[in-house]
């Protein structure tokens, strides 16, 4: 059987046969002139692949394309070569309303503390950062902030018990959390021993730093 | 509900609305938007029969802001009863 000139490259592998001393240019299945037809089509082919432009491949550099049909061999990968969000997203929620108050005794939603990140990848951490400050009007009288995670139990609780009628003063809530979804909401939420608190003004602030694997 | 600018006792509104017969969780207030929660905890409206009792509430005076000294003099003090000084 003739060798069939056309290769399967570049949608799959090409396995070549192998001349050997006793083979003639014109034995059927190495024909020279339809495998040098061959060879030409895998090397354009391969050409395409690799892109244009002269440079050598040194430790640790890997090989990018900069341009439509064009590569290079890059000595580190720059921001510019990977896509946003790929490696880490970044969600953020800034208090607006001055001074939102509570009564509740359980867990209610913080006004404005609410982020949403999507296109998550799942087993990625989540850090979530909460700072804020708060007063309570009444002395020996508490308010307790923490996280929810898509409105499952708060965790990562942290307290603040005036010494004083309205005295106030800044809570810190950190937590790593691992996503098991795409889509993740994250509040923070709180609840005063007795009525009332405050969030004074606006001072408050939820970062959610997704750092994918 | 707006608060169109009254100043209100949550905790004592609280008890005035219970007293109407209008029994919420708790209250909240983020700026000028007066609210009660929903069983998730959620901010949502007050119900709209809220809005006389709202009207007729006469807040108590405010209590007298607090000083930085006032906040070192309490915890000084909270320290010295554990300690059993004076």
């Known amino acids: 059987m003739p060798l069939n000139p056309v290769p399967n490259y570049p949608a799959s592998l090409d396995s070549l046969p192998d001349p050997t001393s006793a083979t003639y240019v014109d034995d059927d299945g190495f024909e020279l002139d339809l495998l040098l037809s061959k060879h030409n089509a895998i090397m354009e082919a391969l050409e395409a ?3 244009t432009g002269a440079s050598v ?5 890997v090989l990018v394309g900069n341009g439509a049909g064009a590569s290079t061999w890059l000595a580190g990968l720059t921001a510019d ?31 404005d503390m609410s982020v949403t990140l999507t296109g998550v990848t799942v087993g ?3 850090v979530a950062i909460f700072s804020g400050t708060f007063q309570h009007n009444t002395v020996t009288a508490g308010v307790k902030t923490a996280f929810s995670l898509d409105g499952a139990a708060e965790v990562g609780g942290s307290t603040f018990v005036a010494a004083a009628t309205n005295q106030q003063s800044p809570l810190v809530l950190v937590r790593v959390f691992t ?7 994250i509040k923070t939420r709180w609840f005063a021993s007795t009525p009332t608190a405050t969030a004074v003004g606006t001072d408050r602030t939820l970062i959610v730093v997704e750092l994918k694997r | ?23 919420v969780p708790a209250l ?44 070192i003099a309490a915890a000084v003090a909270r320290a010295l009863a554990e300690r059993g000084l004076k």
């Open chain 1, 49 to 51: 692949k690799l892109g």
């Open chain 1, 57 to 61: 491949p040194d430790a640790n550099e």
């Open chain 2, 28 to 71: 909240g207030t983020a700026g000028e938007d007066l609210h009660t929660y929903d069983e998730d905890g959620a901010a949502i409206d007050m119900p709209p029969e809220s809005a006389a009792v709202l009207e007729a509430h006469d807040p108590a005076p405010p209590p007298p802001p607090v000083t930085l000294d006032d906040v």
């Open chain 1, 124 to 126: 990625s951490k989540l």
């Open chain 1, 179 to 185: 996503a098991t979804a795409t889509s993740h909401t």
């Open chain 1, 81 to 111: 070569y990977i896509a946003a969000n790929a490696v880490s997203q970044v969600g953020s929620a800034n208090g607006s309303s001055f001074g939102p108050t509570t009564t509740s005794a359980s867990y209610v939603d913080l006004t």
């Open chain 2, 1 to 23: 509900m707006n608060l169109n600018g009254k100043r209100v006792d949550l905790a004592q509104l609280q008890a005035e609305l219970a007293t109407a017969g209008i029994t």
